[in-house]
């Protein structure tokens, strides 16, 4: 099996630095896109970042030159630097990865969750 065990989110003020990590395990062939999405209460879950695996990343227009996505494809890691956090930040963070799994035949790609993380911003 697959998963996606995700860390670093907690308590900060406003203007304060967090990190969030996200690593996979379990059998599989290679990890296509990887990104963080973010869903505050009473709002749908959106996409905060994401990166392909040669290392083209794209951001949400509100948090491109605060947020800084990247990853090891080697340790099969994603992280999120998160910089100037600001209290419209508050949300859970999930990490997401497209992963090609073997199957009965070949191998297939399917979309993965983390299990998300609080990120709290708040004087």
């Known amino acids: 099996q697959v998963q996606l065990v995700e860390s670093g989110g907690g308590l900060v003020q406003p203007g304060g630095s967090l990190r969030l990590s996200c690593v996979a395990s379990?059998?599989?062939?290679?990890?296509?896109?990887m990104g963080w999405y973010r869903q505050a209460p009473g709002k749908q879950r959106e996409l905060v970042a994401s990166i392909l695996s040669g290392g083209t990343a794209t951001y949400l227009d509100v948090v491109a030159g605060r947020f800084t996505i990247s990853r090891d494809n080697a340790k099969s890691a994603v992280y999120l630097q998160m910089n100037d956090l600001k209290p419209e930040d508050t949300a859970v963070y999930y990490c997401?990865?497209?992963?090609?799994?073997?199957?009965?035949?070949?191998?297939?790609?399917?979309?993965?969750w983390g299990q998300g993380t609080q990120v709290t911003v708040s004087s």
């Open positions: 997401h990865a497209g992963i090609v799994v073997p199957t009965t035949t070949s191998a297939s790609e399917y979309d993965y």
């Open positions: 379990g059998n599989f062939f290679s990890i296509n896109a």
